[in-house]
Each structure stands twice: as structure tokens, then as C-alpha cells.
């Protein structure tokens, strides 16, 4: 099956060869199909699997020769939980929209920056990418309006109706048309997701991709064994013995994260931190240039655990394990994305030896694990 057969219109063929997307990954082959018949979608898929193209293509098509909505009333809505997200669903619909006949104006809001230049940009906006608070602000200051909503799209669903969000996404939810098409995309299929699920879906096209296996079978996992104290020397044992260039590390806090960027700077390793408590410029900066390659080690905490994606990172390092398997997943689905091989190692201290044991075992896979205490520390 190729892309032409779903009867996308030549410019979005012709970006989809720019950009070197030969053939569809499994979710488009289901989702795009279903979705330009305006068909309701629940699509569970790992991360990395393609979903964002899976329904940016369609939603664009759709939007082609549709008759133009009010000014300020947006036609498509794409709801994300992080910033980071926001920015980067942005860009690809800007990407895939860039050679269309018919200009669409994609805008995404998010908070932690001003509110004004994003009250402009929703001037003649058709497809809104927000985070829910920002978009609520907006929507109270009449800069944007949801009543002419005709798709709804959820990224990252399960954490967008957790708890943390649950009374802005009633609120949204009750500003939104009865009638539209719903898509929703998540990587697993939690409680809140089946509940919802049943409200908001209207005789839903499913699509379950078997998760995490098959993608984690291109990620190498390491364990090492690693007394606490001696966690600081692994790490810059490990980047610069073996000369990694490109290394995303995960801590738990956002103390600890700016703890180790600083350690390793100190050790002249090139590194920065990001986490909930950085300004938002400092965060989309140092992303970009840690995606560019020109940053050498990112160190961050969860934040960063979902969705985002980097492409062909192939280093993750756990420098703490994350309490739920889950997040581990999640981390080390940071690499070994898009069918490109990429390593994850985890540094596992004695308390953490009987928790990591559980990790495994909910993955489905046993990781290599390796003695810190027969490498040689001491000059690191
Ligand atoms: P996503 O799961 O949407 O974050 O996508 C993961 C990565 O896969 C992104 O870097 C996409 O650019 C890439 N990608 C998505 N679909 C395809 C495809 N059909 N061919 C090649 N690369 C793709």
C-alpha cells in the first residue's frame, strides 16, 4: 500500500516524497482512510509510530474546498498536554500544509508565554493546536471561539482526560458542536480513556497496534549496577569513554536535573536542563538545539517522557528510574523511533534493584545488566 492509493491530493503527496515518508507505518494505513470519511477514531499506538501524520494528513485534506468558517472560529481542534507537544504538531501540520492550493492557517497556543502575539495569530485561524488552560484564557477573551469545531482530535489522549486536567477539558468539551468527528490517539488504553471513550465516540473505527515489543526491539537496554554516590562518574564515564553525542538523561526531580546538567558542565560535557520550573524560551530553546545536534546532553525530568519527538536520538539515559513502568516505556520510547536503533541505559542502585526486577517483568523483557564495580571510575 502507498500513499497514493488513500486519494490525498498531489501537494501533500509530493511533501510526503520530500520528506522521504515512503511507505504508510501501520496506524495511517487504518487512520487516515477512516478519517477522511469522517469517521470517529480511537487509536492506540506506541509512540514514534507516526500518529501525528496519521491524522494530519487527512485533517488537511478535509479541510480542502470546505466552505470557510467565521473569523476567530476555528475549524479544527488538536489538544495536547505539553507546550512542547503544541510546538511540534504545529510544525508538522505547517510542514504538510506548506504546498496545499489552499492556504490553511495553523496556529498553536499554549502557556508560559504572552498571551497578546497568540490573540493575533488566531486572526482567520482554521486549525487550533492548544494546551487547555491557555485555550480556556483565549476563549474568555473572545480571541477564539470552539462553536464551529468540526474535528476534534486528542493527542496523547489518556493524559489529556487524567485528573489534572479533568474540569478544563469539561469546560472545553461543553463549548464544543454535538456534532463533529472526534479523534483520539494514545499509547495506552487507560481506565479514564474507556470511560470517556463511550461519551465522546460515536461508533468509533478502533486501531490497536500491538505496543511497545515491537518497537522496543530496536532499543538495546543496559542496566548498571551502581552505588549512589558513584552515579555522577558512571555518567561521564559513559559519554565520554564512549563518546556519545547525543544523550537524553531522565532524573526525577527538577532539583536533581539541574543538579547533574551542572556536574557534567563542570566536567566539560555540554549540557542543560529543562524541566517545569525553566521559562518557557529557555525549554524551546534548548530543545532546539539539542533536536539540531547541537547540544550535547539534555537533562530533564517526565516532562519530556511523552510524545516529544527527537528525531534519531540514540541515546536515553535513566540516571533515576521512573516510578511507573509506564514512564519507562514512555522514556526510553524517546529512541528507537521512526525504525532507527537507538540504546537506553538505566543506572539501578542497590534500593532500586527489587523495582527495576518489576520494570522487566511488566515490559516483558529482561535488560543486560552490568557491575559498575568493575569499570574503572576513578579519573570521572
Ligand atoms: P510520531 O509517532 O507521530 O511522533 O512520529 C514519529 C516519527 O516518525 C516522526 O519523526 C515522523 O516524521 C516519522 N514518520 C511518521 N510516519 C512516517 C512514514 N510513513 N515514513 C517515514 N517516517 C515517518
Known amino acids: 500500500m502507498s ?11 509530493k511533501t510526503l516524497a520530500d520528506q522521504n515518508y515512503t511507505q504508510p507505518y ?15 477514531i480511537l487509536g492506540i499506538a506506541p509512540t514514534g509510530s507516526g500518529k501525528t501524520a496519521s491524522y494530519v494528513l487527512p485533517v488537511l485534506m478535509n479541510l480542502q474546498g470546505s466552505s470557510f468558517a467565521k473569523n476567530r472560529h476555528a475549524q479544527v481542534l488538536v489538544l495536547v498536554p505539553t507546550r512542547e507537544l503544541a510546538v511540534q504538531v504545529r510544525d508538522v501540520f505547517i510542514q504538510f500544509g506548506s504546498e496545499l492550493p489552499e492556504r490553511v492557517r495553523i496556529s498553536a497556543v499554549f502557556g508560559g508565554v504572552s498571551i497578546n502575539p497568540q490573540m493575533i495569530g488566531l486572526q482567520g485561524v482554521q486549525v487550533l493546536i492548544a494546551t487547555p488552560g491557555r485555550l480556556l484564557e483565549l476563549v474568555e477573551s473572545n480571541a477564539v471561539h470552539l462553536s464551529e469545531i468540526d474535528t476534534l482530535v486528542l493527542d496523547e489522549a489518556d493524559k489529556m482526560l487524567n485528573l489534572g486536567f479533568q474540569d478544563e477539558m469539561k469546560r472545553i468539551f461543553a463549548l464544543l458542536p454535538q456534532k463533529r468527528q472526534n479523534l ?17 465516540l460515536h461508533d468509533p473505527v478502533v486501531i490497536k497496534l500491538e505496543p511497545e515489543p515491537e518497537s522496543l526491539d530496536l532499543i538495546e537496554q543496559t542496566g548498571y549496577f551502581v552505588p549512589l554516590e558513584k552515579k555522577g562518574p558512571l555518567l561521564r564515564y559513559l559519554i565520554k569513554k564512549n563518546e556519545l553525542k547525543q544523550v537524553l538523561v531522565f532524573t526525577s526531580s527538577t532539583f536533581q536535573a539541574d543538579n547533574v546538567a551542572d556536574k557534567l ?5 555540554d549540557a542543560v536542563s529543562i524541566h517545569s520550573k525553566k521559562s518557557q524560551g529557555a525549554r524551546t ?25 527527537i528525531e534519531f536520538l540514540p541515546h536515553v539515559i535513566n540516571y533515576e528510574l521512573p516510578r511507573s513502568p509506564k514512564d519507562y516505556i514512555h522514556r ?3 529512541t528507537g523511533r521512526a525504525e532507527n536503533p537507538g540504546t537506553a541505559i538505566s543506572f539501578v542502585t542497590p534500593e532500586d534493584q527489587h523495582h527495576f526486577r518489576i520494570i522487566q517483568k511488566k515490559m516483558g523483557k529482561w535488560v543486560t545488566m552490568i557491575d559498575s564495580a568493575n569499570l574503572d571510575l576513578k579519573t570521572y
Open 26 to 40: 501501520p496506524i495511517q494505513k487504518e487512520a487516515i482512510p477512516a478519517i477522511l470519511k469522517k469517521k470517529d
Open 184 to 200: 483520539l490517539f494514545s499509547a495506552t488504553l487507560s481506565d479514564n480513556l474507556s470511560g470517556i471513550n463511550q461519551i465522546l
Open 265 to 269: 558542565c563542570k566536567n566539560g560535557i
Open 332 to 334: 526510553i520510547g524517546r
Open 3 to 13: 500513499f497514493s492509493s488513500f486519494g490525498l491530493s498531489p501537494a501533500l503527496l
Open 285 to 309: 530553546e534548548a530543545l532546539r538545539e539539542f533536536k539540531t545536534g547541537k547540544l550535547q546532553v539534555l537533562v530533564t525530568t517526565d516532562l519530556l517522557a511523552r510524545g516529544i519527538d
